[in-house]
């Protein structure tokens, strides 16, 4: 099967079951056998259910040709990031604790998936319990654009799985940058939802209040039919928003006419360099070409909670791994054992200082979308981020924060986020740019992001996995 096949957008792909020029049976059979030919060097997949999606994808096949056609994600192949309980199939969370374990039930946006006629192909790698690091034990997965350069966090194998073709969208979580991080890393297009929209059952918590489940795609219109099936009320998550679903896909078919966006110049500009810059330029040059005012803001100081960040996840990690930490410390990583430590250190009075000014940026944040409709902004401030330059984060705790400036805010407030492809560096690795929306408008997010990328192309590169540098 061709390459452009397996790079098809997933509504693309989904349009072609639908009509029977294409089998799903067909199409998963050459996903399987690319994974089989291509994962061995860039680790993306923890474990192939190559006989469970045959199985699905005959059904699907067979359902379609019925007229029980079930939407857009019906036959189509997709994958998991390995924190989602897949019942009876190994789920780690990039755990060397948890190899073992083998759920009762699916979580419920796997369910969900499968109730829609998704074909699951497998589970993927991510950092150790969706931290910042993998386990020494695991092999980390490799960046398809170009080995030697980062593939982001923690939802680094969805992200490269479905960069390198070897899925056409991808299930990942969020609670400091790690949906977005991984598809700047590999051009694609991620959206991280308000915290709340979609179910968190089933998922293995890092920090419960900051963890976010979303999806990865290849455009906005594919992140709007994934989250389509994913959102919703869950009675088994009573945390999980109980408004109704809007039509992703037909939010993605309207134009930007009279939308408002705001950009702070002085936040996308200050210490970010010229590259991104420009990036963000020709965004805001397209959008204003598309009928989009742009607007000028003064986005809150997020200084202070970037500096929060680390002690409130800390302390929901430590309250999450509390049965196996530290009765189990051996079997942890070092970089996960030491944000479970600083979490069980932090006094009562100073997490709740962090809770309270967590809770009045959230309320200026929201005060903010009382005047624009989306905010414009960089995923992170420096050019594409090579493996050298990630194994020195430890060290440079200035770093990390450059790094989480523009994400962790949002997953701080719960503000839903897409991030875009939208430029390139002079080697030729994705760069891209956020959008940010009022709480629960991710239709929003879908209908700015799609129509962008109905003016550009730039997600509509691949990377070039025959002359792909190695280490």
Same mark, same amino acid.
Request: hydrophobic letters at 45%; charged letters at 20%; aromatic letters at 6%.
């Given at each position: 099967?061709? &390459? ?21 049976? &067909? ?243 200050? &210490? ?125 705790? &200035? ?73």
């Amino acid at each position: 099967m061709a &390459d452009a096949l397996h790079y098809l957008e997933l509504t693309a792909l989904a349009a072609r079951l639908k009509a029977r020029d294409i089998s799903a049976l &067909d199409v998963t059979r050459a996903q399987l056998d690319r994974i089989d030919a291509m994962d061995r060097d860039l680790g993306s997949y923890v474990h192939v259910m190559a006989e469970t999606a045959i199985a699905e994808a005959k059904a699907a096949d067979a359902e379609i040709a019925q007229g029980r056609y079930r939407g857009p994600l019906h036959g189509v192949p997709i994958a998991l990031k390995d924190l989602f309980w897949t019942k009876g199939i190994p789920t780690a969370a990039g755990t060397m604790l948890h190899c073992d374990f083998r759920p009762h039930e699916d979580a419920t946006v796997v369910r969900r998936l499968k109730d829609a006629g998704a074909v699951i192909l497998g589970k993927l790698q991510l950092t150790e319990g969706a931290y910042s690091d993998h386990h020494p034990l695991v092999t980390p997965p490799k960046n398809p654009w170009n080995a030697s350069y980062w593939p982001g966090i923690s939802s680094s194998g969805s992200a490269v799985a479905t960069a390198a073709g070897l899925c056409f969208g991808s299930l990942g979580s969020d609670t400091g940058g790690s949906i977005r991080w991984p598809c700047a890393a590999n051009g694609l297009t991620g959206l991280k939802p308000s915290w709340g929209r979609v179910s968190r059952h089933g998922a293995f918590e890092l920090a419960a209040t900051l963890d976010h489940v979303g999806p990865i795609g290849r455009s906005a219109a594919d992140a709007g039919a994934l989250l389509g099936v994913l959102a919703g009320h869950d009675p088994n998550d009573p945390t999980s928003v109980f408004d109704p679903v809007p039509d992703y896909l037909a939010a993605a078919a309207q134009d930007v006419r009279g939308l408002r966006i705001g950009v702070d110049a002085a936040w996308n500009s200050d &210490d970010v360099d010229v590259t991104t810059q420009h990036v963000l330029a020709d965004a805001i040059d397209a959008f204003r070409a598309l009928g989009a005012g742009i607007v000028d803001v003064r986005f809150p100081d997020v200084m202070q909670a970037i500096a929060d960040w680390t002690p409130n996840c800390a302390v929901e990690a430590a309250v999450a791994h509390e049965a196996t930490y530290p009765a189990r410390k051996n079997e942890y990583g070092p970089m996960l054992a030491s944000l479970i430590e600083a979490g069980r250190a932090l006094s009562a009075l100073d997490y709740q200082k962090i809770l309270l000014r967590r809770l009045a940026l959230r309320g200026r944040v929201t005060a903010l979308f009382e005047t624009i409709d989306l905010l414009l902004i960089p995923v992170h401030p420096f050019p594409p981020v090579t493996l050298a330059m990630t194994q020195t984060l430890g060290e440079q705790p &200035d770093l990390i924060a450059k790094l989480q400036r523009y994400t962790c805010p949002f997953d701080v407030t719960g503000h839903p986020t897409i991030a875009l492809p939208g430029g390139a560096s002079a080697d030729g690795l994705p760069i891209a740019f956020q959008l940010v929306a009022a709480h629960l408008d991710e239709a929003m997010l879908v209908r700015a992001g799609a129509a962008f990328q109905r003016a550009t192309s730039w997600h509509r590169r691949h990377p070039s996995l025959s002359s792909r540098r190695q280490h």
